[in-house]
T-cell receptor, first 116, second 111 residues
Framework: DAGITQSPRHKVTETGTPVTLRCHQTENHRYMYWYRQDPGHGLRLIHYSYGVKDTDKGEVSDGYSVSRSKTEDFLLTLESATSSQTSVYFC???????????????FGPGTRLLVL | QKEVEQNSGPLSVPEGAIASLNCTYSDRGSQSFFWYRQYSGKSPELIMFIYSNGDKEDGRFTAQLNKASQYVSLLIRDSQPSDSATYLCAVNQPGTYKYIFGTGTRLKVLA
């Protein structure tokens, strides 16, 4: 298994509070991704990173921010959590060498977030 | 229009049969195609990837790619109850490091 961990694995929080999820990898892969998975929507990209301090938005980035200060860590922050952000969040990594030619992504175990 | 489409299922097949899962995509420039399996409550795990037109076999699994028709399929031979899961199709977004996922097809293999 790819060395990817996510913390916390489960979290319950209240509307309006900030929440930070952490993804840690031991594979030294360049690319890291945050997805959310909801019934009927599949996996949707929130943000991704193509290097330390290099990030870009995905299709559902509103209300989320990310940071990557080290190769191994990618943080996802919900600035002010809302009930619509209740979801399962997956981190993924890949070592794609060429834009447009995707390399395999490997997924972390996921974080279940409930916003009350 | 969704960029990657899959029938949500459930697709039910008897044990030992061939399960056929299909995926269509909209961007003709896509070059990399992936099949993931996801058990309930777990993270997606890679089954196969395919880059070239034609078939690619790995054990009981065969991925088929037809770029002209913009579809990719996954065949599972000798289906087992342990194959019961949701199968996700993923396609790279050309010119980016992003991937687009279908919503998945739920497969049920009946013992």
């Amino acid at each position: 298994d790819a060395g990817i961990t996510q913390s916390p694995r489960h979290k319950v929080t209240e509307t309006g509070t900030p929440v930070t999820l952490r993804c840690h990898q031991t594979e030294n892969h360049r690319y890291m991704y945050w997805y959310r998975q909801d019934p009927g929507h599949g996996l949707r990209l929130i943000h991704y990173s193509y290097g330390v301090k290099d990030t870009d938005k995905g299709e559902v980035s509103d209300g989320y921010s990310v940071s990557r200060s080290k190769t191994e860590d990618f943080l996802l922050t919900l600035e002010s959590a809302t009930s619509s952000q209740t979801s399962v969040y997956f981190c993924a990594i890949s070592d794609s060498g060429l834009a447009g030619v995707g390399e395999t992504q490997y997924f972390g175990p996921g974080t279940r977030l409930l916003v009350l | 229009q969704k960029e990657v489409e899959q029938n949500s299922g459930p697709l039910s097949v008897p044990e030992g049969a061939i399960a056929s899962l299909n995926c269509t995509y909209s961007d003709r420039g896509s070059q990399s195609f992936f099949w993931y399996r996801q058990y309930s409550g777990k993270s997606p795990e890679l089954i196969m990837f395919i880059y070239s037109n034609g078939d690619k076999e790995d054990g009981r699994f065969t991925a088929q790619l037809n770029k002209a028709s913009q579809y990719v399929s996954l065949l599972i031979r000798d289906s087992q109850p342990s194959d019961s899961a949701t199968y996700l199709c993923a396609v790279n977004q050309p010119g980016t490091y992003k991937y687009i996922f279908g919503t998945g097809t739920r497969l049920k293999v009946l013992a």
